[in-house]
Protein backbone atom coordinates (compact mmCIF):
# COMPACT_ATOMS: atom_id res chain seq x y z
CA UNK A 1 0.00 0.00 0.00
CA UNK A 2 1.01 3.49 -0.69
CA UNK A 3 0.36 6.62 1.27
CA UNK A 4 0.81 10.08 0.34
CA UNK A 5 0.23 12.67 3.24
CA UNK A 6 -0.55 16.14 2.48
CA UNK A 7 0.09 19.33 4.45
CA UNK A 8 0.11 23.01 3.69
CA UNK A 9 -3.11 23.81 3.31
CA UNK A 10 -4.95 26.62 5.22
CA UNK A 11 -6.40 29.97 4.41
CA UNK A 12 -4.94 33.21 2.71
CA UNK A 13 -6.40 36.31 0.72
CA UNK A 14 -6.67 36.58 -3.07
CA UNK A 15 -3.10 37.10 -4.51
CA UNK A 16 -1.24 35.17 -1.40
CA UNK A 17 0.89 32.19 -1.46
CA UNK A 18 0.83 28.79 0.07
CA UNK A 19 3.01 25.34 -0.56
CA UNK A 20 1.41 22.57 -0.65
CA UNK A 21 3.63 19.31 0.31
CA UNK A 22 2.95 15.27 0.01
CA UNK A 23 5.08 13.26 1.50
CA UNK A 24 5.57 9.76 0.87
CA UNK A 25 7.97 6.48 0.27
CA UNK A 26 11.22 7.58 -1.50
CA UNK A 27 10.58 4.90 -3.96
CA UNK A 28 7.09 6.33 -4.73
CA UNK A 29 8.97 10.27 -5.16
CA UNK A 30 11.56 8.62 -7.32
CA UNK A 31 9.70 6.14 -9.36
CA UNK A 32 6.03 6.90 -10.09
CA UNK A 33 3.96 9.14 -11.69
CA UNK A 34 2.45 11.74 -9.59
CA UNK A 35 -0.26 14.58 -9.79
CA UNK A 36 -2.12 17.30 -7.40
CA UNK A 37 -5.82 17.28 -8.38
CA UNK A 38 -8.43 20.30 -7.40
CA UNK A 39 -11.92 19.89 -6.38
CA UNK A 40 -13.94 22.76 -5.12
CA UNK A 41 -16.88 22.53 -3.50
CA UNK A 42 -19.76 20.87 -5.14
CA UNK A 43 -17.72 19.93 -8.44
CA UNK A 44 -15.87 17.03 -9.79
CA UNK A 45 -11.89 16.77 -8.89
CA UNK A 46 -9.75 18.24 -11.65
CA UNK A 47 -5.97 18.07 -12.60
CA UNK A 48 -4.24 20.93 -12.11
CA UNK A 49 -0.24 19.74 -11.97
CA UNK A 50 1.28 16.53 -12.84
CA UNK A 51 4.89 15.15 -12.92
CA UNK A 52 6.57 12.10 -14.67
CA UNK A 53 9.33 9.74 -13.30
CA UNK A 54 11.91 12.12 -15.40
CA UNK A 55 10.79 15.29 -14.18
CA UNK A 56 8.06 16.33 -17.27
CA UNK A 57 5.43 18.63 -15.85
CA UNK A 58 1.65 19.62 -17.19
CA UNK A 59 -0.17 22.01 -15.80
CA UNK A 60 -3.83 22.96 -16.43
CA UNK A 61 -4.89 25.99 -18.16
CA UNK A 62 -5.95 27.72 -15.03
CA UNK A 63 -2.59 27.52 -13.40
CA UNK A 64 -0.45 28.09 -15.97
CA UNK A 65 2.12 31.00 -14.66
CA UNK A 66 0.66 30.61 -10.99
CA UNK A 67 1.53 27.12 -9.74
CA UNK A 68 4.60 25.20 -9.94
CA UNK A 69 4.86 21.40 -9.18
CA UNK A 70 8.37 19.72 -8.08
CA UNK A 71 10.06 16.88 -6.13
CA UNK A 72 12.65 17.19 -3.35
CA UNK A 73 14.28 13.69 -3.28
CA UNK A 74 16.06 14.72 -0.28
CA UNK A 75 12.69 15.51 1.48
CA UNK A 76 10.92 12.43 -0.06
CA UNK A 77 8.03 15.25 -1.08
CA UNK A 78 5.62 16.33 -3.85
CA UNK A 79 5.49 20.19 -3.89
CA UNK A 80 2.68 22.17 -5.20
CA UNK A 81 3.77 25.77 -5.14
CA UNK A 82 0.43 28.49 -5.23
CA UNK A 83 1.06 31.80 -6.00
CA UNK A 84 -1.67 34.75 -6.42
CA UNK A 85 -4.13 32.29 -5.56
CA UNK A 86 -7.72 33.35 -6.66
CA UNK A 87 -11.41 32.81 -4.67
CA UNK A 88 -11.75 29.90 -7.69
CA UNK A 89 -8.85 27.92 -6.17
CA UNK A 90 -10.50 27.09 -2.86
CA UNK A 91 -11.09 23.62 -2.70
CA UNK A 92 -9.49 20.26 -1.47
CA UNK A 93 -6.54 19.65 -2.92
CA UNK A 94 -5.33 16.05 -3.19
CA UNK A 95 -1.77 14.17 -3.85
CA UNK A 96 -1.84 11.23 -6.23
CA UNK A 97 0.51 8.52 -7.74
CA UNK A 98 0.51 5.54 -9.86
CA UNK A 99 3.93 3.46 -11.01
CA UNK A 100 2.17 3.05 -14.59
CA UNK A 101 0.00 5.04 -15.34
CA UNK A 102 1.20 8.39 -17.03
CA UNK A 103 -2.29 10.22 -17.54
CA UNK A 104 -1.23 13.89 -16.88
CA UNK A 105 -4.28 15.51 -15.39
CA UNK A 106 -7.00 12.66 -15.70
CA UNK A 107 -7.70 11.39 -12.68
CA UNK A 108 -6.53 7.71 -13.25
CA UNK A 109 -4.23 7.38 -10.59
CA UNK A 110 -4.20 4.70 -8.53
CA UNK A 111 -3.32 5.78 -5.19
CA UNK A 112 -4.36 9.04 -3.79
CA UNK A 113 -3.85 10.86 -0.10
CA UNK A 114 -6.92 12.14 1.68
CA UNK A 115 -6.86 16.16 0.71
CA UNK A 116 -5.79 19.10 2.36
CA UNK A 117 -8.27 22.29 2.18
CA UNK A 118 -7.04 25.42 0.49
CA UNK A 119 -9.38 28.56 1.01
CA UNK A 120 -9.31 32.01 -0.58
CA UNK A 121 -10.93 34.87 0.41
CA UNK A 122 -11.51 37.91 -1.93
Known amino acids: QVHLVESGGGSVQAGGSLRLSCTAHPYVIRKYYMAWFHQAPGKEREGVAS???????TYADSVKGRFTISKDMAKNTLFLQMNSLRPEDTGVYYC????????????????WGQGTQVTVSA
Open 51 to 57: ITRDGST
Open 96 to 111: AADPDYDGSLNAGYKF
